[in-house]
């Protein structure tokens, strides 16, 4: 089921930059500020990998291949949390969903394009 919607992907060339946005729907806006919100990526042929977190109390994660260049962020008024993506890379092109996490329940976006010309 999709509880979560992403949008803000596209086709951009490398060393662009995007924005992405994941928007929660209104049955978790009760319960969103307390939610683990991350980003995650899939390219084809590849695993599903985690691109970044942010917990409830707003500390960030990324993966390695991400740092100094993408920027998680969350908005718990509006209930959305946001990926900004900069000096994107031909690597970077893949599916990204966003996931909400509470205690062992994973919930998850239908996922957003993301492609970066080489």
């Known amino acids: 089921q999709v509880l979560l919607v992403e949008s803000g992907g596209g086709l951009v060339q490398a060393g662009g930059s995007l924005r992405l946005s994941c928007a929660a729907p209104?049955?978790?806006?009760?319960?969103?500020?307390?939610?683990?919100m991350s980003w995650y990526r899939q390219a084809p042929g590849k695993q599903r990998e985690l691109v970044a977190s942010t917990s409830s109390g707003g500390t960030t994660s990324y993966a390695d291949s991400v740092k100094g260049r993408f920027g998680i962020s969350r908005d718990n008024s509006r209930k959305r949390v946001l990926l900004q993506m900069n000096g994107l890379k031909a690597e970077d092109t893949a599916v990204y969903y966003c996931?909400?996490?509470?205690?062992?329940?994973?919930?998850w976006g239908q996922g957003t394009q993301v492609t970066v010309s080489s």
């Open positions: 996931a909400a996490d509470q205690g062992a329940n994973r919930s």
């Open positions: 209104r049955t978790i806006f009760s319960v969103f500020s307390g939610l683990t």
